[in-house]
């Protein structure tokens, strides 16, 4: 089994930033991308940021230039630096990745979701 779990959200004043952290533990063979979606109220959920395992990364447009996604390999940790944040960005954030876990095929994994919401 595998889990992922989130920390870093909060509130916070437009403007602002937060750093989000996603710790993936279990029986981890292999991750093959992690990536952070989020899910506002009333809407769909979201991709935010995307890494993978070639070492690419793809973000919204809408959070281009303002979010960063990094990963500590040695520590299956991933991260989502968020800056100048906007009350549009408040919402669920949640950690997702595919993993092989030893002895199974490639699946996706959730965390529970973090909160985010920024004040105007």
């Known amino acids: 089994q595998v889990q992922l779990v989130e920390s870093g959200g909060g509130l916070v004043q437009a403007g602002g930033s937060l750093r989000l952290s996603c710790a993936a533990s279990g029986s981890i063979f292999s991750i093959n991308s992690m990536g952070w979606y989020r899910q506002a109220p009333g809407k769909q959920r979201e991709l935010v940021a995307m890494?993978?395992?070639?070492?690419?990364?793809d973000y919204a447009d809408s959070v281009k230039g303002r979010f960063t996604i990094s990963r500590d390999n040695a520590q299956n940790t991933m991260y989502l630096q968020m800056y100048s944040l906007k009350p549009e960005d408040t919402a669920v954030y949640y950690c997702?990745?595919?993993?092989?876990?030893?002895?199974?095929?490639?699946?996706?994994?959730w965390g529970q979701g973090t909160q985010v919401t920024v004040s105007s």
């Open positions: 890494w993978s395992s070639g070492g690419s990364t």
């Open positions: 997702n990745a595919n993993v092989r876990a030893v002895f199974a095929g490639p699946r996706d994994y």
